[in-house]
């Protein structure tokens, strides 16, 4: 079975700061890694994902997520936010292969202030 | 491409009551996918279809929870005799397993189920 833990429930920041959401993940097998957002009454809309290769991956938005097998980490970061980055982003994971479930974290609420 | 459909969007119900709730994934998506979210939490994934065929069912899915995709295309999951408990929002998703993007789930907007 897999898990995902995001640290930060809520993150504070003001416009065009820099930010790193950081998930970590557990798992016995191979996995692939996925960040979502989240906007109010929406579903979720993918920004990056992990499948294999270069572990640095740039996603839509301006946001980039590096993989760190070692560390079982899974960080997103932009360098410059914008208000309409405000939202709850999650991270997931799911084994590798075709298409299955993803497991999500308990999600970051990411709230940019002028 | 319309995107991945749900509806009601929004459902109030009394605690003993029936709900049907219904997801129109992306044509030609062979994969949906149901996750339930709680307030404060991630997605929870209940069950998914591969065609019509149910591959797997979370523990989460008690008997009082069924889900159906007759054809292969849209899908509905009921719950029988709410409780309070079954107060969340309930997300579909599909996939194209075998494309260009496999893994990649598509998300509709969610039907939150208050139960009174």
């Known amino acids: 079975a897999q898990s995902v833990t995001q640290l930060d429930s809520q993150v504070p920041v003001f416009e065009e700061a820099p930010v790193e959401l950081r998930c970590n993940y557990s798992?016995?097998?191979?996995?692939?890694l996925f960040w979502y957002v989240q906007y109010p009454n929406q579903g979720l809309q993918l920004l990056l994902k992990y499948l294999s290769g270069s572990t640095l991956v740039k996603g839509i938005n301006g946001f980039e997520a590096e993989f760190n097998k070692s560390q079982t980490s899974f960080h997103l970061r932009k360098p410059s936010v914008h208000i309409s980055d405000t939202a709850e982003y999650f991270c997931?994971?799911?084994?590798?292969?075709?298409?299955?479930?993803?497991?999500f974290g308990t999600g970051t609420r990411l709230q940019v202030t002028l | 491409d319309t995107g991945v459909s749900q509806n009601p969007r929004h459902k109030i119900t009394k605690r003993g009551q029936n709900v049907t709730f219904r997801c129109d994934p992306i044509?030609?998506?062979?994969?949906l996918y149901w996750y339930r979210q709680t307030l404060g939490q991630g997605p929870e994934f209940l069950t998914y279809?591969?065609?019509?065929?149910?591959?797997?069912k979370s523990r989460l899915l008690s008997d009082r929870f069924s889900a159906e995709r007759p054809k292969g295309s849209f899908s509905t999951l009921e719950i029988q005799r709410t409780e309070q408990g079954d107060s969340a929002m309930y997300l579909c998703a599909s996939s194209l397993v075998g494309g260009l993007v496999s893994n990649e789930q598509f998300f509709g907007p969610g039907t939150r189920l208050t139960v009174l």
């Open positions: 997931a994971v799911s084994r590798t292969g075709t298409a299955s479930k993803l497991t």
């Open positions: 279809f591969q065609n019509e065929a149910q591959l797997e």
């Open positions: 798992s016995s097998v191979s996995v692939y």
């Open positions: 044509s030609e998506h062979n994969r």
